[in-house]
């Protein structure tokens, strides 16, 4: 295959982009040699050089595979073997007939809904190689699927946060802006911080990174900073942060410890709850203890979040007296009844009386991505259309584990009840749920029982290791496609630097080869090439965008250019401000057109694990139950890749040269245990156990330790060598209502690692 070159290479570098960010490419003899930082990206992320070294290494994938007990058995043959079994090369004729041969019995004899196409992942920041969309088309023109709802991120949210304010990813969009925080804010109350390392990402690509530059102007402008977190990192040291080591999965409790001093001590905006809110009166019922005889006061909240009741006080009255911003990271949506954070901000937010103010109110993951916060142009670019799938059937995105196991099984959600159907052929194109899924263990012995899963990857991970049918994809780098995104002002032309490694081809080509097999190559291609489909793309962007009052080049233009920047808004962006002017004429979309801070809706799902109302619940697994020599483990986000992808690549490697990931401990935890800073050693609790090496700071309080997400499976019986933090986590929904996951809920025990 011939690169198609960008027409106009001598006017520019080659350009790629990325969810982690953009950058020019170095190609040498037909091979990537460097990519280097995009000029107009004040703070580039170091992660996508990561790439260079991998695209051609060991670990790539260049030829179609199939795993070889099924190979020789047929579908269903020794699913147990799957991460062990030896591998066979195919050719792509083969493939696509035995691909084509397998849709064709599963649906004839179990019916469409037993194909499984969650998919989840990230794998591109290209409009049309979106790997998901060109999946679920082509899944959609031969009958449908099952699919999934929600995402890892924020499920929690995703489900009740709609229930209070109308919409939780409306909202998400249109995060008041740093610019707005800079100029309105006193006091910014971030509970799970604000971490920078998460901020280096945003969907669809990334031109400039700003969120540094957004927390550092605030700073400077005077905003005085409380970090409400296990983690003193969670929030750069420039910004001299107050920092609460608050207990993990306790900031509930704390929000109604600081509400309750609100209101006996006449703290609250009762004409701001009484115009914009409902239900106020049947959470303050709560609160008081009316029902339970437990008032949630400050001395209540002090001995669950292991702060002095002092602080609680005091900060509550800080609160009432400063324009106040109340943020929320999404991580505290995954953790044992998730939903309840969220609602209890809001609560405590709406008692301020400072929604839909500049700079103030409340805001949902500052520095989850880097578009948060940002003041942008919104334009709906057009994407690759997916088809009607007439498959009713879904599970909740984290309930994976408990579809496979229990086929027919009930399963409450958001108000209803459903049934898991019976998956027989599982395709996962764009995603490993290897990484991001719960007690992977688990998931491998139901991971056993569907009788084919077919993989689209480029690299030898532990899904494609775990498929029976591995078919070898191209990297952006190997192709071309545009990076268009509402989240960022930057829409960037992503250039075919090199050809495909190997047989690799791309997800659109795969599928048109099995769609031949099939008969319905017309309906998948409708006639027209990758290039004809990007073209498309643009052109219809270019209408959307017209209708938006934005004005972008033709093609040819854009071709030649390589990138746009779309004009940002003159003014800043503030949540919720025409409902804060105008509640009667912009209502939210609530049965009550109002904040439901008491949600009949949810009340009357009768759920014993998710009331009417914000609650503290305790979690299944936290401190406040713990052992003596249990700690508190907390998985968050790598700073050194996006979830999972280039942890085999140099930029990740470098941070762990003993070949596992680093776990942070507290100076006085390592010392009760006699561990020592870079000493291997071994995190366990029942469901399984993982290396990692020693990190001994003063940075994170005691009780907890710290370890990042992301690093590839490389099981040896129930232990990851490599030191994947999700072989301990728990695979538990979050509540009957989103059934969300709860990875941050999870008690561990470490002790040196046994030496071969």
Known sequence: MMIKRNRFPENRSLLTSSHWGTYCVDVEDGRVTRLTNFEHDPDPSPIGPGIVDVLDGPTRITAPHARKSWLAGGPGTAGEKRGTDEFVEVSWEEVNRLVASELDRVRRVHGNQAIYAGSYGWASAGRFHHAQSQLKRFLNCIGGYTSSKNTYSFAAAEVVVPHILGTFLGHVDTTTSWDSIASDCELFVAFGGVPMKNGQISQGGTGAHVQKAGLLAAHKAGVEFVNISPLRSDLLDEIEAEWLGIRPNTDVALMLGLAHTLLVENLHDRAFLD???????????YLMGENDGVAKSADWAAKICALPVDTIRDLARRIAKSRTMISVAWALTRQDHGEQPFWAAITLAS??????????????????????????????????????????????????????????GRFDYDGKSYTYPDIRLVWWAGGNPFHHHQDLNRMRRAWAKPETIIANEWCWNALAQHADIVLPCTTPLERTDLA???????????????????????????LRGIAAELDVEEAFTEGRSPEGWQRWIWDVSCQQAARAGVELP??????????????????????????????ISNPLNTPSGKIELFSETIASFDYDDCPGHPVWMEPIEWLGRAQPDQLHMISNQPRNKLHSQLDHGSISLADRPKGVEPVMMNREDAATRNLTEGQIVQLHNERGACLAQLKVSDEIMPGVI???????????????????????????????????????????????????
Not at 366 to 373: F, K, L, P, R, V
Not at 488 to 493: H, I, M, R, Y
Not at 555 to 571: A, D, L
Request: proline share 9%; charged share 20%; with cysteine.
């Open 706 to 756: 710290q370890i990042a997400t992301g690093a590839w499976l490389e099981p040896e019986g129930h232990i990851c060598l490599r030191g994947n933090p999700n072989v301990l986590t728990l695979d538990k929904g979050t509540s009957k209502l989103a059934q969300g996951p709860i990875a941050h809920s999870c008690l561990v025990r470490i002790e040196p690692a046994q030496q071969k």
């Open 484 to 510: 268009l995104t509402p989240k960022d002002p930057f829409q960037v032309v992503m250039d075919q630097a090199i050809e495909p490694v190997g047989q690799a081809r791309d997800d659109h080509e795969i």
């Open 554 to 583: 033709d093609w040819e233009t854009f071709q030649r250019q390589g990138w746009i920047k779309v004009p940002s808004p003159e003014v800043p962006t503030i949540m919720m401000r025409a409902f804060r002017t105008d509640p």
């Open 275 to 285: 115009r914009y809110t409902v239900g106020f009166d049947r959470f303050t019922a």
């Open 351 to 408: 008692m301020l009386g400072q929604i839909g103010l500049p700079g103030t109110g409340i805001g949902f993951g500052y520095s989850a991505m880097n578009n948060i916060g940002l003041t942008r142009r919104r334009v709906d670019y057009a994407s690759l259309p997916q088809g009607h799938n007439p498959v009713k059937d879904f599970i909740p995105v984290a309930r994976v584990t408990e579809m496979l196991e229990n086929p027919g």
